[in-house]
């Protein structure tokens, strides 16, 4: 991955250098200018706005806005919901992979579509799923009812719906992965007397270990930002089903614009970490793969 | 240890790779499983090791059904084609690989894995990159690190897929003459397969030759060089010159010529095709080939020579046929090998007469 990215660093020097292949100087500003221009008001601008927002009142609101009870509900419950819906995407997600990219089976390329249905399903068209099935109107909902299992409306529809959206992130980091490296490694392994569980842990996971982190953390960051699905199926009980996404909406719509910002800014930094973190992954496989070559 | 086969079959969807291949590797010997790609000879390594389970049929491990053993108590080494190291050990824990997943009531003692190790480390004479992860060696080290790492079980056979196919043509000689001189030291029963003719003749005591997923041909090199039992083995073992025509006596007709030939016919289908008049098609190597510019000689066909290649002791001449000579069934083009004294005389366009020294005859199972 970054040896290709090198590569093509000193192609791009050498297509400069060049005069024959050189762009005009006009051109090269001009180009720069318009990407620049783009990311300072798309994505810089909002950024500094939540912070500038969340802070305008001074560091005690901010503050008093994070320990109010309703907001520390809406992070307990969001940190809660990843906890669950992230190690479970990580295990269905690696073996989804490993059936897709080891075996050959029937039905393959359907398998393969459908993982990646969630990402072509709106997500407000997920929430309404979920409460036609198990909703007081839905398939499930009298026999639910009669035996007081709540999902709708209650934390454990907030976490189906998560596990729903985000499904695809560790399973599509994987196949591709995965495909490339074959099975001779794990055939390897197997022929010299390891079980299948020790070819797994000594030889598939170290080999695949960025990658599923990768998946990992853009799982958590769509698990904790999700707005769409868990909205529908939520309720928005104050304190009780509000995750964080949603605490910041109901919170904007009262014009308590300070708390409002303040909560978003959490998720701000989430979305920082997680770049620094993919980034980090980034360089650390990439360094892995320079070797390789 | 001895490997047999019964009767196997192994089918990939519609696909035929392997049709009843029986076969018998006795203890000790280096054989070579050698045929074109899509032969069936890499199925039928894998269907040994255990990697692909056969159709039908039964593969026998000293004296017992292996069939239903799994690939993990076969005790086979098996070499992959490229390599299969792992990429996150180094090369020392790559060889070690095999001792420590062992269950904990047969498994070595740390340093007793360490010195087993390091010895076939020094056996291949890489110890001193054991630290080394296996992108940083080159394709001749990383052959050698997959082959004492499949040694390093101590497995009862060897199985080695086209080892030196992803090698470039200098290391792969090297490791041909290596690896013959480590079985000559080892003599554990070993099977490797292979594409190239020239690897398979020089380095296995026997040679397995696979065509269609069948077996074409048994034998010790020379036996299988000398007396090819069919077309399809005349032809793939090097150049050949083929001829199809009817037996007349002692002679061959082709076309317009007679050709003297070898006296026997190959391959007559149960015994129910009469000699005389029988279509049949003869094969004559490169150096089997005489050129005589003599054009009143009573036998041989007529050709021109279209080039000489004049380099090192022997002088390759390729010739193509007269005008016409192909529609009455003789071969287009000759290729001849000869003594490069022989060839002063030629010159390009150059007719002469070619005559077969030996002229081996099949059946034409085609006509």
Redesign the interface.
Known sequence: MSAGVLHGRALARRFEANPATREPIWMKRLILTIALAFFVLFLFLPLVAVFSEALRKGWLVYLAALVEPDALASIRLTVLVAVIAVPLNLVFGVIAAWAIAKFDFRGKRLLTTLIDLPFSVSPVVVGLIFLLLFGAQGWFGTWLFEHDIKIVFAVPGIVLATVFVTFPFVARELIPLMEAQGRDEEEAATVLGASGFQTFRRVTLPSIQWGLLYGVILCNARAMGEFGAVSVVSGHIRGATNTMPLHVEILYNEYNFAAAFAVASLLAMLALVTLALKTFIEWRAGRVVTVDD | MSIQVENISKSFGAFAALQGVSLDFPTGELVALLGPSGCGKTTLLRVI?G?ETADAGRVILDGEDASDTH??ERQ???V?Q?Y??????TVFENVA??LR??PRRNRPSADEISRRVHRLLDLVQLDPLADR?P??LSGGQRQRIALV??L??EPRVLLLDEPFGALDAQVRKELRRWLRRLHDELHVTSIFVTHDQEEALEVADRVVLMNRGRVEQVGTPAQIYEHPATPFVYGFLGAVNCFRGRVEGTHVRVGEARLPHDGQVDGQVDGQVDIEGAAVVGFARPHDLAVVTDLAAANGVDAIVSRVHAFGASVRVELDSLEGAADRGEPAHYEVVMPRERAVSLIDGQRVRLVPAHLRVFADQAA
Request: charged share 15%; aromatic share 20%; proline share 4%.
């Open positions: 090791a990697l690939v993990r086979v080494g098996f992959f490229h299969a190291l792992f990429r996150h050990l690989f095999g997943v062992r992860f992108p940083q790492r499949a390093a079980v």
